[in-house]
């Protein structure tokens, strides 16, 4: 019942002091529920609403990989297409066999710029490295690009984003637009997502959530030195929770891609775990040899970030969350209740 999963989100937010926006649409009736829970602004104790924007943080490599697919489908590139071949920057220490296919499912081998079997804290990355110099694809080159590489092209999955950080370049050099200007022509604007967009840190739009980090003394702060000053193709959009539902919408109903090019980016490309895959930008979970959903996630300092599309359910969640952590809890719960087979 309604009611009975409203209490379950009220309750987890009270366990979590759980900051942000969830919104539960329920199968192809269509019903939903969004519920919003603490500040956008603390200072001014301005109120998370319906409408509020949200980093989400890698949340967004699934547009970055529908852009390629777009551009793969105009014959533009070619998933097989090497990276040498269509990009200009030089890298001499990668591997000439990488390919586009590579770059999308985390396994070109290449050197991150943030690797996390090697740094717990984002905001480590930025000490020497002030991110108020980030505002451009080509801003994060200098962070890997004569790195050696870490593992053999193609030898195993290791989530990379660097490796979007390129992919972005390459629909930059294809399309001779900006990556963030592709991006909401041909993705946000197609999908009737009008909230969304890449919006910097420093001249954020209205109804934007600022990004908090509650620090162990019970102090905080805002997160706008913790990441870069403008998100790009790895990770850093802003939406609002239901315009991540018209994505899933516009995705599954071929609006976005054809048919076959929407199959292609949400086949099980490589296999990450016992029971989870890597399509082209988006999470994959199978249960008894069937689809139990995609999803896609980001963290990010202030930022946490959790969306799923259940085939099976026809449902999608939404949790945004303007805090570094809660959406994984919030997505646990909502998750096991809509698997139990209730109804909103």
Not at 60 to 65: I, M, P
Not at 161 to 185: K, P
Request: with cysteine.
């Amino acid at each position: 019942m309604r009611t009975q999963l409203q209490q379950i989100i009220t309750d987890i937010q009270t366990t979590i002091d759980f900051s942000g926006s969830v919104l539960v649409e329920e199968g192809t009736s269509k019903l939903s529920l969004n519920q919003s829970f603490g500040y956008a602004n603390r200072s001014e104790q301005i109120h998370n609403n319906a409408s509020t924007r949200f980093g989400i943080a890698s949340g967004c490599k699934l547009f970055t990989a529908i852009a390629i697919c777009q551009l793969v489908e105009k014959g533009q590139l070619s998933f097989q297409t090497k990276l040498s071949d269509c990009l200009q920057q030089h890298f001499s220490t990668f591997d000439p066999e990488i390919t586009i296919h590579h770059l999308l499912t985390h396994t070109s081998g290449i050197p991150d710029y943030f690797d996390e079997e090697i740094m717990a804290d984002f905001e480590e990355l930025w000490v020497t490295n002030p991110m108020y110099h980030i505002r451009k694809l080509s801003d994060f080159l200098h962070l890997f690009q004569n790195q050696s590489m870490k593992y053999r092209v193609g030898e195993r999955f290791h989530y990379n984003n660097a490796g979007y950080i390129l992919l972005g370049l390459i629909v930059e050099q294809a399309t001779g637009e900006t990556f963030s200007d592709y991006v909401q022509a041909a993705i946000f604007d197609k999908a009737g997502m009008s909230a969304s967009g890449y919006f910097s840190l420093d001249a954020l739009p209205s109804n934007t959530a600022l990004g908090y980090i509650d620090q162990v003394d019970g102090t905080w702060k805002t997160n706008i030195y913790s990441i870069p000053v403008k998100g790009g193709s790895d990770g850093g959009a802003f939406v609002a929770v239901d315009d991540m539902v018209k994505l899933w919408d516009a995705l599954m109903n071929y609006q976005l891609l054809t048919e076959n090019s929407t199959n292609n980016l949400l086949s099980r490309h490589v296999q990450v775990n016992e029971d989870g895959y890597y399509g082209y930008g988006v999470w994959i979970k199978q249960r008894n040899d069937a689809i139990l959903k995609y999803h896609v996630m980001g963290y990010d300092p202030g930022v946490s970030f959790h969306s799923a599309y259940y085939p099976s359910l026809s449902s999608k969640v939404v949790i945004c969350s303007n805090k570094s952590a809660g959406a994984f809890d919030m997505m646990r719960e909502i998750e096991t209740y809509l698997l139990s087979g209730a109804e909103l």
